[in-house]
């Protein structure tokens, strides 16, 4: 089949860093233009809004909307609208219900709506999520930590409301979390830790336990430094699973699996692939479970004020 033309809103740090060198890469995707506030990408037109790409470049299919949160949803609604299929970066969106509108919109126009989760795509995920298919799942410990003035660098947004805060990296690990589980999770109550000068959470501890009863212990932070922690501990009753580095490594019972070559393809390569097939299929893929949790954390969640942060 020839490429699909494809628009990208939105032209930040994680276009330049994820986004642009999966296109670059993959054969299923023709980078036509994008829509930025931003520098451009060079030898592509760029344009001031999602309205004006769409009425400068007709044969555009698809779009792929990688501006933060807070506004995506006009931009989707906007692309769906005028007939193009849809890829959201994570999260998708800034509530729940806006994205189960554009889920609506997409079913109604016929058109594909992809809610990406980037994580799910790490080479141990798919491996974790057979293995303990079958196991009882004992507990469940999940520290996820990591430094934002070097992975958010100067990006004012993610304090703002909407913004998410430490559960932007935070919903990576659910979206792993409730892929690789044989069953549902509950929220059971949440603490956030707010700096004084911000309207984001900069840590989180979140108390949860499976429909069966097994206890799930999260941390997650904003303010660690040194080496970076990406880690979900599953005890089972089979013995104990590990996802390491963001779920790119996988250890059971200490020893290490080796992961075939499927997961080596990276993270948004993959993402674009799977955006491909379902417009090819006719489908959509919205799972929201991640975003719900996240949403409950903030809805449950104690506040607790600490030191104020500046980037």
Not at 45 to 52: G, L, M, N
Not at 217 to 227: C, N, V
């Amino acid at each position: 089949m020839e490429p699909v033309r494809i628009g990208l809103v939105g032209v930040g740090k994680i276009a330049r860093d994820q986004h642009l060198p999966a296109l670059r890469k993959g054969d299923d995707f023709e980078l036509v233009a994008v829509a930025t506030h931003h520098d451009g990408v060079e030898g592509l037109p760029a344009y001031p809004s999602i309205e004006a790409l769409l009425e400068a470049e007709p044969t555009i299919s698809a779009v792929s909307v990688c501006t933060p949160p807070v506004g995506r949803h006009s931009i989707a609604r906007a692309a769906l609208e005028q007939g193009r299929h849809v890829m959201l970066e994570k999260p998708p969106g800034a509530t729940v219900a806006e994205v189960e509108h554009l889920s609506a919109l997409a079913a109604a126009q016929g058109l594909t709506l992809f809610c990406t989760w980037h994580s799910r795509e790490a080479a141990g995920v798919e491996p974790a999520r057979a293995w303990l298919r079958d196991r009882i799942i004992r507990s469940i410990r999940v520290v996820w930590k990591e430094d934002v003035r070097r992975w958010h660098p100067g990006q004012q947004w993610i304090w703002e409301p909407g913004g998410l805060g430490v559960f932007d990296p935070g919903i990576n690990a659910l979206s792993i979390l409730t892929r690789i589980l044989p069953e549902a999770l509950v929220l059971d109550r949440a603490t956030l830790a707010f700096p004084s000068n911000r309207a984001a959470p900069i840590a989180a501890e979140l108390t949860m336990h499976s429909v069966s009863g097994a206890p799930v212990s999260i941390e997650f932070d904003f303010r660690q430094t040194g080496e970076q922690s990406w880690d979900i501990l599953v005890e089972t009753d089979a013995g104990t699973l590990a996802l390491h580095e963001g779920g790119s490594r996988l250890v059971i019972d200490g020893a290490a699996r080796v992961l075939g070559q499927e997961g080596l393809a990276g993270e948004y390569p993959r993402l674009y692939s799977r955006f491909a097939d379902l417009i090819r299929r006719g489908g959509s893929d919205v799972d929201l479970e991640p975003f719900r949790h996240v949403a409950d954390a903030f809805m449950l969640g104690r506040r607790e004020i600490v030191e104020p942060f500046e980037d």
